[in-house]
């Protein structure tokens, strides 16, 4: 079992990525997903759930409108979209399957001009 993501850099303000979340050994379509950052001497936060079904979302209030996350079941995948980001949005994010307790290695996110 196993996550990888990818997609993090370093962007101005304003700009947008998109973070991807493969996953291995399981499928993210039976499974609660979710994304969660971390800067250094500071917890982890969570910051957008998926659930199993799609229908449901939930949003840190600071990203609400900005960032979406997503599933794609054909490519095993979760997502989230960042748009308008912000330097206090700059951290390593991590996903993970909440219900498996598996998390994934992390991608920094670097939001500076």
């Known amino acids: 079992v196993q996550l990888v993501e990818s997609g993090g850099g370093l962007v101005q303000p304003g700009g947008s990525l998109r973070l991807s979340c493969a996953a291995s050994?399981?499928?993210?379509?039976?499974?609660?997903m979710s994304w969660h950052r971390q800067v250094p001497g500071k917890e982890r936060e969570l910051v957008a759930i998926?659930?199993?079904?799609?229908?449901?979302?939930y949003y840190l209030d600071s990203i609400k409108g900005r960032f979406t996350i997503s599933r794609d079941n054909a490519k095993n995948t979760v997502y989230l979209q960042m748009n308008k980001l912000e330097p206090e949005d700059t951290a390593v994010y991590y996903c993970?399957?909440?219900?498996?307790?598996?998390w994934g290695q992390g991608t920094q996110v670097t939001v500076s001009s």
């Open positions: 993970k399957a909440p219900p498996i307790g598996v």
């Open positions: 050994g399981f499928t993210v379509s039976g499974s609660v």
């Open positions: 998926i659930t199993s079904t799609g229908r449901t979302t």
